[in-house]
């Protein structure tokens, strides 16, 4: 009679990973990329809360599709808006910026996808033996 197979929780903990490493890799990207130093001079510190406050959010979301990454940006920006931390332009200014990264991001979360699947697929015999 065969043993029945335990329930692991590894494809949760490796989506959780991947969350988080796609959130630094953006981050990455933003200061260390091509622009990096442009992208370094300008920052502000009600910038980079915003960013953060963007990765949070992400963070947070089960799917990330283009329209849902646009949407979160868009709520962030109108909070910061609201809260008068920047100019308007400022904000849109940024806002426009980070929505150009979601090409480099979804390529990024793709490659990094791939890997997860992988290693989930290796935990999940690993653990039936």
Request: proline share 3%; aromatic share 6%; charged share 30%.
């Amino acid at each position: 009679m065969p043993t029945p197979k335990k329930a692991t929780h590894g494809g949760a903990l490796t989506l959780g990973i991947l969350g988080a490493t796609v959130a630094a890799g953006a981050a990455a990207y933003f200061f260390l990329g091509p622009k990096g130093a442009k992208h370094k001079k300008q920052a502000k510190a009600w910038a980079i809360k915003m960013k953060g406050d963007v990765v949070e959010k992400l963070e947070k979301v089960s799917e990330v599709s283009e329209p849902v990454y646009h949407e979160i940006i868009n709520s962030v920006a109108s909070e910061y808006e609201k809260g008068k931390r920047a100019s308007q332009s400022e904000i849109a200014e940024l806002a426009a910026d980070l929505k150009k990264h979601w090409k480099t991001l979804s390529h990024s979360a793709k490659s990094l996808k791939k890997d997860a699947v992988k290693t989930a697929k290796r935990v999940k015999t690993a653990a039936t033996i």
